[in-house]
């Protein structure tokens, strides 16, 4: 799969690598191609390219975002039409909502008209991505969006990060919760000093 990444930092670069080693293929749409988080990337295979963010986001068939919140809208319009493309918002918006817009996916589902647009990646730290395994037990992700397609793929893709589960919380609805989720995770990792090597999962019995 042709995976479009924006934004190279510490969950766009895991996430490309993760892909990437599991057999899909990596765009990086960029302003700056010799970025030292573009050059490491491309370093590590012949199958990461970069490309202006227009050209990767249009030959993707998933588009993951990654970036600071209120760089949305830049983004977005550097997209061009991705009404019909998978696009997964990894971002979110703690402290700086991209006003008027409660949070990123909903500016990108008004900005995009994507219909296919689903919240994922956001909700734990990019170590988590990095090694979602403690022990013996690998941890779980989560996903929210009305968009079936969307969320199967996603699904799929945190499989391939190495993720047990991902869950499917529910539509578009329940997007502010995967972002109030982050928060908590946060708030664990930081201003309560549990660090950074913290993760959910979810047991039944």
């Known amino acids: 799969m ?17 892909w990437l080693s599991a057999g899909h293929d990596i765009l990086l749409g960029v302003r700056d191609i010799e970025s030292d988080s573009v050059q490491q990337l491309l370093t590590a295979s012949e199958r990461v390219v970069a490309k202006p963010i227009y050209e990767a986001a249009q030959e993707a068939e998933v588009i993951l975002i990654a970036v600071p919140s209120q760089a949305v809208f830049d983004v977005a319009k550097n997209l061009g039409y991705v009404a019909d493309k ?11 909502k ?92 930081i201003m309560q000093r549990q660090g950074r090597n913290i993760a959910f999962k979810l047991l039944k019995r």
């Not at 696009?87 to 979110?92: E, G, P, R, V």
């Open 86 to 96: 998978v696009i997964i918002d990894a971002m979110n918006s703690v402290g700086r």
């Open 2 to 18: 042709k995976i479009a990444i924006i934004g190279t930092g510490n969950i766009g670069g895991t996430l490309a690598k993760a």
């Open 98 to 189: 991209p006003e008027p817009h409660p949070n990123t996916f909903e500016a990108l589902k008004a900005l995009t008209r994507c219909r296919h647009l689903v919240k994922c990646f956001n909700s734990t730290g990019w170590e988590n991505m990095a090694n979602p395994v403690y022990g013996n037990t690998s941890i779980d992700m989560f996903v929210a969006g009305s968009s079936q397609k969307g969320k199967d793929i996603a699904i799929n893709l945190a499989k391939d990060v190495g993720f047990e589960t991902c869950y499917d919380i529910g539509g578009d609805d329940k997007v502010q919760l995967l972002e109030d989720f982050a928060l908590f995770w946060i708030n664990l990792a």
